[in-house]
């Protein structure tokens, strides 16, 4: 049974930076791609980063200006976001999601099932 479990949010102030983890308890994530998203109040969900099965391929939003970094520990069967530098307006639940192409993380994410309750991120100024 997928049930995607995301942690690591909460308030921060504006350049400070978070960790978030996504982890599985009904299946191993190692096989496929992972990738972060993020709804703020009032907006669609969008798309943050992608790792590939193996971590040879990583993607991210082109908004966020190197400021975060996708991970992933097989071993520990969780996915990371290291998040620097944050700004106001990168608050936001922040959820993660499998699929076993990278392409359905970055163009076809809205068709996914199977999220989580995601977590919140809150910056203030």
């Known amino acids: 049974q997928v049930q995607l479990v995301e942690s690591g949010g909460g308030l921060v102030q504006a350049g400070g930076s978070l960790t978030l983890s996504c982890t599985d308890s009904g299946r191993t994530l190692s096989s496929a791609a992972m990738g972060w998203f993020r709804q703020a109040p009032g907006k669609e969900r969008e798309f943050v980063a992608a790792?590939?099965?193996?971590?040879?391929?990583?993607y991210y939003a082109d908004s966020l200006k190197g400021r975060f970094t996708i991970s992933r520990d097989d071993a520990k069967n969780t996915v990371y976001l290291q998040m620097n530098s944050l700004e106001p307006e990168d608050t936001a639940v922040y959820y993660c999601?499998?699929?076993?192409?990278?392409?359905?993380?970055?163009?076809?994410?809205?068709?996914?099932?199977?999220w989580g309750q995601g977590t919140l991120v809150t910056v203030s100024s």
């Open positions: 790792i590939g099965w193996n971590s040879g391929s990583r």
């Open positions: 999601n499998a699929a076993p192409l990278m392409a359905t993380l970055m163009d076809r994410y809205k068709y996914l099932g199977d």
